[in-house]
């Protein structure tokens, strides 16, 4: 399926928006979140503009077009499901899509619900203020576009901004260099090359087995090793799909109950795994290995929650690996030496296997890193490593990265990025104070990026515009979260942490990959209850905000 030509965007915004100066809503970003809001919206009958810097809708999904790219979270899942009859209608190719199909069907949806219309594309927002007398945000694009509104909707993605490390010697670096989270639209041939991946995350879990093969040699720098469990990826069996598409409603409902929003058929029993024998932990750790996915610690309820539980399930996975890597050395290099979880578990197939191939060499540079780069290498303190090009599968400055690179200014001249100086403070992972009718999507504070992003986009979605209702409907013109409710929230999403193996390692949940970013714990832990907070403070009267 192919993009809605620019002409015919430019001719839609002609017929729908380009004269308006004031719109009742901004939204930052046109990704899943991006589109649903917009949708939302104007289902409400308010005026809204979407103002996205890439060239079409899709967000992580329309950057990250790496080879091998695809959805850790399985197609049925995460997919919309406002819409029976979208979610009836497209079918799934796979149980994890791919980058490009999951693109597509952003674009189907933007094009189904007519949606394109409200969009500026390749109009990234440089500033945003408050201006406190008329009550409105005023926001800029790297287009000259200004526009007023009376919220702004900050749907700009958790993993959006790809984070590059600083590497003495790359302007020296003569071949090409890239980035998983920023890859050519035309892809890359890397035929008979010598290539260097820096990173062992998510990406390049992916990467790796995709392009090993056609390649001269791959060295894989590693820094730390990560847990990865299988996908086994295939078509999605028909009676399951069959099953779903009967009851949609259900099947989204059940997911919700889930700590992390899916895997409902796949749920464990209400029971610690030290209550059991090993042996009876060790067999539900097979069949949930043998059946793929990141349910993989879903069997019992403390193994993210107790370091001895959690060292069955790492020794479990530390066995695989053995098993599977042939060269003894690089199978105890591959094995992680952190507890299972508290960083992103990696899903992919042949990623391990990759390694027993002859042309695979897995280079450690856990203790001194990469020293520099040459003209043609890349330089540890002991070898040179001659590659004709560089992939950086090095991650994101996740979740405030992407809202920090706009100039937010709220209250009194203070910047978002002020504000959040010393760590992203914010009620519900919401409303920040000092920063009247500004919403975030799954950003710091919400269970976002420990979920399945659909079913916490939806949440918010169907939040945030039932609040923007009932402030129209009651003639109300600011809302804004309180400082103490804010310092209450921040206080909650630590102490549920705490109580986890999560703060244990260093990891991109407390930005522990960003140099000089200040270290908290992002995500809250655990939907159900997460949802069942939005819906209290809600039914309250918005308990812990100020209207006005």
Same mark, same amino acid.
């Given at each position: 399926?192919?993009?809605?030509? *620019?002409?015919?965007?430019?001719?839609?915004?002609?017929? &729908?928006?380009?004269?308006?100066?004031?719109?009742?809503?901004?939204?930052?970003?046109?990704?899943?979140?991006?589109?649903?809001?917009?949708?939302?919206?104007?289902?409400?009958?308010?005026?809204?503009?979407?103002?996205?810097?890439?060239?079409?809708?899709?967000?992580?999904?329309?950057?990250?077009?790496?080879?091998?790219?695809?959805?850790?979270?399985?197609?049925?899942?995460?997919?919309?499901?406002? +819409?029976?009859?979208?979610?009836?209608?497209? #079918?799934?190719?796979?149980?994890?899509?791919?980058?490009?199909?999951?693109?597509?069907?952003? !674009?189907?949806?933007?094009?189904?619900?007519?949606?394109? #219309?409200?969009?500026?594309?390749?109009?990234?927002?440089?500033?945003?203020?408050?201006?406190?007398?008329?009550?409105?945000?005023?926001?800029?694009?790297?287009? =000259?576009? +200004?526009?007023?509104?009376?919220?702004?909707?900050?749907?700009?993605?958790?993993?959006?901004?790809?984070?590059? *490390?600083?590497?003495?010697?790359?302007?020296?670096?003569? =071949?090409? &260099?890239?980035?998983?989270?920023?890859?050519?639209?035309?892809?890359?041939?890397?035929?008979?090359?010598?290539?260097?991946?820096?990173?062992?995350?998510?990406?390049?879990?992916?990467? @790796?087995?995709? @392009?090993?093969?056609?390649?001269?040699?791959?060295?894989?720098?590693?820094?730390?090793?990560?847990?990865?469990?299988?996908?086994?990826?295939? #078509?999605?069996?028909?009676?399951?799909?069959?099953?779903?598409?009967?009851?949609?409603?259900?099947?989204?409902?059940?997911?919700?109950?889930?700590?992390?929003?899916?895997?409902?058929?796949?749920?464990?029993?209400?029971?610690?795994?030290?209550?059991?024998?090993?042996?009876?932990?060790?067999?539900?750790?097979?069949?949930?290995?043998?059946?793929?996915?990141?349910?993989?610690?879903?069997?019992? /309820?403390?193994?993210?929650?107790?370091?001895?539980?959690?060292?069955?399930?790492?020794?479990?996975?530390?066995?695989?690996?053995?098993?599977?890597?042939?060269?003894?050395?690089?199978?105890?290099?591959?094995?992680?030496?952190?507890?299972?979880?508290?960083?992103? &578990?990696?899903?992919?197939?042949?990623?391990?296997?990759?390694?027993?191939?002859?042309?695979?060499?897995?280079?450690?540079?856990?203790?001194?890193?990469?020293?520099?780069?040459?003209?043609?290498?890349?330089?540890?303190?002991?070898? +040179?490593?001659?590659?004709?090009?560089?992939?950086?599968?090095?991650?994101?400055?996740?979740?405030?990265?992407?809202?920090?690179?706009?100039?937010?200014?709220?209250?009194?001249?203070?910047?978002?990025?002020?504000?959040?100086?010393?760590?992203?403070?914010?009620?519900?992972?919401?409303?920040?104070?000092?920063?009247? /009718?500004?919403?975030?999507?799954?950003?710091?504070?919400?269970?976002?990026?420990?979920?399945?992003?659909?079913?916490?986009?939806? !949440?918010?979605?169907?939040?945030?515009?039932?609040?923007?209702?009932?402030?129209?409907?009651?003639?109300?013109?600011?809302?804004?979260?309180?400082?103490?409710?804010?310092?209450?929230?921040?206080?909650?999403?630590?102490?549920?942490?705490?109580?986890?193996?999560?703060?244990?390692?260093?990891?991109?949940?407390?930005?522990?990959?960003?140099?000089?970013?200040?270290?908290?714990?992002? *995500?809250? @832990?655990?939907? *159900?209850?997460?949802?069942?907070?939005?819906?209290?403070?809600?039914?309250?009267?918005?308990?812990?905000?100020?209207?006005?």
């Amino acid at each position: 399926m192919e993009s809605v030509s *620019p002409r015919a965007i430019n001719q839609m915004h002609k017929e &729908v928006d380009s004269q308006k100066t004031s719109v009742d809503v901004v939204i930052v970003g046109a990704g899943f979140a991006g589109l649903l809001m917009l949708y939302q919206t104007r289902a409400l009958g308010l005026s809204a503009r979407v103002y996205e810097r890439g060239s079409d809708v899709g967000g992580t999904w329309f950057w990250n077009r790496y080879p091998g790219a695809r959805c850790d979270t399985e197609s049925l899942e995460y997919s919309y499901q406002f +819409s029976t009859e979208l979610f009836r209608e497209w #079918k799934w190719s796979e149980r994890f899509a791919t980058q490009a199909e999951l693109l597509r069907y952003a !674009q189907h949806v933007a094009r189904k619900f007519d949606l394109y #219309k409200n969009i500026h594309l390749n109009s990234a927002v440089e500033k945003s203020h408050y201006d406190e007398k008329t009550r409105k945000w005023f926001t800029t694009t790297s287009r =000259g576009e +200004s526009l007023a509104s009376d919220f702004l909707i900050l749907a700009t993605g958790c993993l959006s901004t790809a984070h590059l *490390p600083e590497i003495p010697g790359m302007e020296r670096f003569r =071949g090409r &260099v890239y980035h998983t989270g920023n890859w050519p639209k035309e892809g890359v041939d890397f035929s008979d090359q010598v290539v260097g991946i820096v990173g062992t995350g998510s990406s390049a879990v992916q990467v @790796i087995p995709t @392009i090993a093969p056609q390649l001269r040699h791959l060295y894989v720098f590693q820094r730390t090793a990560n847990y990865v469990v299988p996908a086994w990826n295939g #078509k999605i069996p028909n009676d399951y799909e069959a099953a779903v598409m009967a009851d949609p409603i259900s099947f989204r409902h059940n997911n919700a109950k889930m700590i992390r929003a899916h895997g409902f058929r796949n749920r464990g029993k209400d029971t610690s795994a030290l209550s059991v024998s090993r042996e009876e932990v060790e067999r539900d750790l097979e069949r949930r290995w043998n059946i793929g996915g990141l349910n993989f610690l879903d069997g019992f /309820n403390d193994l993210l929650t107790s370091s001895e539980a959690n060292k069955i399930a790492a020794e479990f996975v530390k066995s695989k690996i053995r098993k599977i890597v042939k060269n003894p050395a690089v199978s105890e290099l591959l094995c992680p030496r952190h507890p299972i979880g508290c960083k992103r &578990v990696s899903v992919g197939d042949g990623y391990y296997e990759s390694f027993n191939s002859g042309n695979v060499t897995l280079v450690d540079i856990s203790q001194s890193g990469i020293h520099r780069l040459g003209e043609e290498s890349i330089e540890t303190d002991r070898t +040179s490593y001659r590659c004709d090009s560089l992939i950086f599968a090095t991650g994101f400055d996740a979740m405030t990265g992407p809202i920090l690179s706009i100039q937010i200014t709220g209250r009194n001249g203070l910047t978002l990025r002020e504000k959040w100086s010393e760590g992203p403070r914010n009620y519900l992972g919401l409303s920040v104070c000092g920063f009247p /009718n500004l919403f975030i999507m799954t950003g710091p504070g919400s269970p976002s990026v420990l979920t399945n992003m659909h079913v916490s986009i939806d !949440q918010h979605a169907a939040w945030i515009s039932r609040c923007i209702q009932s402030m129209k409907l009651r003639q109300l013109s600011e809302i804004e979260a309180t400082e103490e409710s804010e310092a209450r929230w921040i206080d909650t999403v630590t102490e549920i942490a705490s109580n986890t193996i999560f703060p244990s390692c260093n990891s991109w949940y407390l930005g522990a990959n960003i140099p000089n970013k200040p270290r908290m714990f992002m *995500p809250y @832990i655990g939907f *159900p209850s997460y949802e069942r907070k939005c819906r209290e403070i809600e039914e309250n009267d918005y308990l812990g905000f100020k209207l006005a």
